[in-house]
């Protein structure tokens, strides 16, 4: 009986351990599947996060919606009363606060001030006592007391620089562990990374921009939506005359000109998404063509959203000018042509029709006349003629061995009765040592004439005209002086341009304008040069060289050598 009773208090006892150390398994069992499960849900949790962050962050640098993206759904990995953010935003603190439980506006300011402080200690920087919360979530309760038990902070760094500091908080003590803090953190440095991997792009892509908008010779500037300027090129503050590197939109706004309302524009064409175009605005002695365009935020593919608007400034100033001086060249060539076509017409008619019987002497004398002007008429044709082929490349010339000496007095006399008449000095010094050598003899003639003419042309009665050609070293040079009123410097780079006209003559004689283009393009094809002295009020002279050739170069320096003995042998 005894022995029965053993067995049975034995088989219980046996059966009682067993069964505690199965309930301990299963309670082990199920610990570690809560575990796995927590494990689980963490990683599934950090990997939508992880990809929630680059999906969404794509090529934005909107800290605040990467903030969005950490916060959003957090209430899916850990319990927290508040999670809060202070964002650093264009040298602007920006203060986010969701708030799960009823906590009080004290609970708050504590939140607030915890983060103040652990951002300054971070990037050394003042935050300003006063920000003005963005709150959401439920009412705040200052029935609640409960106090701030624990938190934990995550920072977002972009490239080593604090850009955003999130808090996470509650009222109850050792409320976060190692794994919640752990992940959250691994979210926020992979945001972090992104971050800073793309503003090294944008970096690097808005440097190329800018050394792009930096080389156009067009003027360029750009600003937001809110008219502040976010670009400005160097082309756009020269024409503008804005010496600061970084301007404002006030320095902008005050180098513009009253006259146009650019903020209006500007703004018309954001509300209106539309370009607008101004052909001709005058800034200073300046002309514009101006092209105001909306810029969209490519990143937004639903509706094109409106983010500024750009503003280029097109100089037409040289364009302008070159049409005004082609329409003059037009009407001075009209009348040009015209003067002479209306004597030819005119005489003809007399030879043709005589009112009375014509003496020789009479008949001799119109068809001199009509000769003469027939020859005008040709000069005028053949000087546009050659501007054309000069323009083209296509002008060239004859050398032929000629005496520059006659030919220069030749044009002398030309000009002789014109400068007695209007009591003008012509002074000669031409130098007999000039030897012959190969030119054009037709357009060197064409040179003389067009800078004699155009002396006498601004030289006033009782001045003079001072022609003087000498030899030098491999070359003859000739110049050509007045006593006129002389050029300014600031013109003076325009002389030899095409349709040039500067100042008025002295008589009221105009010309087409290509007279000295063609001196230029006439003495460069033989190899010379041509330079222009001017003092404003005391005349002009112009200057050209002809090379000699050669051989004609080797008996001048050998003339030169053999006159240096002798003129030793005058000085002893």
Known sequence: MIFVIAIAIGATIIFGVVAIIFSMKEEKAIKSLVQNEKNQKQRLYEIT??????????????????VDVITGSLDTLLSYSTVSALILENDRFIFQAHVKEGVSKNYLENVKAIMARSFSEMEGTDIPERIEPNISGVALDDLNHSPLASYFNIPLIINDRAVALITVSSTKPDNYTEEEMTTLYKIAAMASETLSRLENILSLEKGKLMAMIGSLADGLFMVDVNGQLTVINDAAKDFLKIPKDNPTTIDLLSALPNTYDFSAKIQ???????????????????????????????????????????????????????????????????????????????????????????????????????????????????????AAKLEAGLFTISKLPGDLKKLINERISVFAPQ?????????????????????????????????????????????????????????????????????????????????TQLGGTQNGVV????????VKGVVEAHDGQVSLESEEGRGTTITFTLPLDAAVKSDAQSQINAAIPQAHKLMN
């Open 268 to 386: 018309r064409s954001i509300n209106h998404k539309r370009v607008i175009e101004e052909k001709e605005v005058n800034i200073d002695e300046k002309v514009f063509q101006i092209f105001i365009t909306p810029v969209f935020d490519e990143s937004v593919t639903t509706e094109r959203k409106v983010i500024g608007a750009s503003v280029l400034l097109h100089d037409i100033t040289l364009e302008k000018s070159v049409s005004k001086m082609k329409e003059d060249f037009t009407n001075i060539m009209v009348h040009e042509l015209r003067s002479p076509l209306t004597a030819i017409k005119a005489s003809s008619e007399l030879l043709m029709a005589p009112p009375a019987p014509l003496a020789e002497e009479e008949k001799n004398k119109i068809i001199g006349l009509i000769s003469g002007q027939s020859r005008k008429m040709l000069d005028e044709v053949s000087l546009i003629l050659d």
């Open 511 to 518: 010309g087409t304008g290509l007279g000295l283009y063609i």
């Open 419 to 499: 400068a007695h008449e209007r009591f003008i000095n012509l002074v000669v010094d031409i130098d007999p040592s000039i030897p012959n050598f190969k030119f054009d003899p037709i357009h060197i003639g064409q040179v003389i004439n067009n800078l004699i003419s155009n002396s006498l042309k601004f030289t006033s009665s009782g001045g003079t005209v001072r022609i003087i050609a000498k030899p030098a070293i491999g070359s003859v040079v000739v110049s050509v002086s007045d006593t006129g009123a002389g050029i300014p410097k600031d013109k003076q780079h325009l002389l030899f341009s095409k349709f």
């Open 49 to 66: 996060m992880l990809k929630e962050v680059q999906d969404r962050i794509g090529y934005s640098m909107d800290v605040e919606k990467v």
